[in-house]
């Protein structure tokens, strides 16, 4: 009996579920190994490489040594170059006092629930979302309220939705624009009467814009314009397509700074050195037209994805504003999404992600398509899909 068995794990640990997809992976690689040809529409994460101005930044920063701590929170530079970013991209004023830098997002969101949320309290979450915050909110000892949402919201949250569901153990929500897995994005008005509702209940709004960037529309937003009393969670992973670089940000609310150097301090002493520095180089003029036109690779990837899968039977009620993720409804061709995933994946061997991953409501009936491949690939991948179907 190994140690496991014996019950070590602490209930909360022990209940984190593991991410269904990660079977399916470890699956299409097999099937790799045997030689078949995986077409992967699963993957959270852009296929173009970290922009080589970043790379560069990042090689001279370890060139010159640049391997020792930062300060808890960040750079001091890389904290004044995102406070910027701020005022040039949205025109907002951030002091770099409230920006804090992470190891990813992932970092961010556990700090930002370290601060607000204790053992007993409960954080409203959406479903579908992004799977880890349930578990990040359970491994505080706190629990979830879930609010189911459709395309009757955009699958987004909304005001009325926190009026409904907001109770006595509620100390924040949760929200993500454009989202994982939809892609879909909180109209302005309604993110204004988010954060009002959340005001008015006495709790916080984190608002998670690690798409940000990655917007379709005209309507690419920040919750900092309207408000300096949101958690907003950012990172250089997708935009920036530095997910292996471990970096990301918030930006806080100024009152809970310390507190969050002093968790930072405990949790991760810092983010990574060398990446740091090579983020320096992320909001270079150079940079942002490398990343502009790798957004309008991924805007084409979308135009041709959604009226082919519509024409396959897939029902995309809402059209995906943002993100590299199309959230079909696939109750037209099975009940059972996560069995018709894997059976395309042996028959077919193409790799999506099964709505089981992003929650339970109607989780079975939905299938979340990743744009994260060129056009040829998407094509490939949709003849097989279309001939699986027949
Ligand atoms: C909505 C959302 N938030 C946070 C993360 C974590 O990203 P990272 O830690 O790489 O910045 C992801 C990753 O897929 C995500 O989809």
């Not at 904290?79 to 770099?96: G, H, L, M, T, W």
């Not at 809402?318 to 079909?328: D, R």
């Not at 061709?333 to 069995?339: C, L, R, V």
Request: aromatic share 10%; hydrophobic share 40%; with cysteine.
């Amino acid at each position: 009996m190994n140690k496991a068995d014996k019950n070590v794990l602490t209930g909360r640990a022990a209940e984190v579920r593991p991410f269904y997809v990660m079977e399916l992976l470890a699956r299409a690689g097999q099937l790799e190994a045997e030689g078949r040809s995986v077409l992967h529409l699963e993957v959270g994460e852009p296929d173009f490489p970290t922009p080589q101005p970043i790379i560069d930044a990042g090689i001279r920063a370890l060139r010159q040594l640049k391997t020792h701590y930062t300060p808890a929170l960040g750079l001091p530079e890389l904290r004044q170059s995102i406070a910027a970013y701020y005022q040039q991209k949205f025109n907002v004023e951030i002091d770099a006092r409230r920006v804090i830098v992470t190891p990813g997002a992932s970092g961010a969101l556990q700090l930002a629930l370290s601060v607000l949320v204790d053992t007993g309290d409960n954080v409203l979450l959406t479903d579908p979302g992004y799977p880890c915050n349930r578990n990040m909110i359970k491994l505080l000892g706190a629990d979830s309220t879930i609010v189911p949402v459709g395309a009757d919201t955009r699958f987004q949250m909304t005001a009325a939705d926190i009026s409904r569901h907001w109770n006595e153990k509620s100390v924040a929500a949760m929200i993500a624009s454009p989202s994982n897995p939809t892609g879909t994005m909180i109209p302005r008005q309604e993110l204004i009467n988010l954060i009002e509702a959340v005001d008015a209940c006495g709790g916080n709004l984190i608002v998670d814009e690690i798409y940000q960037g990655l917007v379709y529309s005209e309507d690419d937003l920040t919750a900092l314009t309207f408000s300096n009393d949101v958690f907003v969670i950012n990172s250089f992973s997708k935009y920036f397509g530095m997910t292996g670089w471990r970096l990301g940000w918030m930006v806080v609310p100024d009152e809970y700074v310390d507190a969050i150097d002093r968790v930072a301090q405990n949790l991760f002493l810092a983010a990574s050195t060398p990446a740091q520095y090579a983020a320096l180089a992320a909001f270079d003029q150079g940079t942002i037209e490398i990343l502009d036109r790798r957004v309008a690779k991924f805007r084409e990837r979308r135009d041709y994805l959604l009226p082919v899968l519509r024409e396959m039977g897939f029902h995309i009620p809402v059209e995906p504003e943002g993100a590299f993720y199309i959230y079909a409804d696939c109750s037209a061709i099975t009940q059972n999404s996560f069995e018709w995933t894997r059976s395309l994946l042996e028959d077919e061997a193409v790799a999506l992600t099964p709505g089981i991953d992003f929650g339970e409501y109607r989780a079975s009936t939905h299938v979340r398509f990743a744009y994260t491949r060129p056009v040829d690939q998407l094509e490939r991948a949709c003849c097989r899909i279309a001939r699986y179907i027949k």
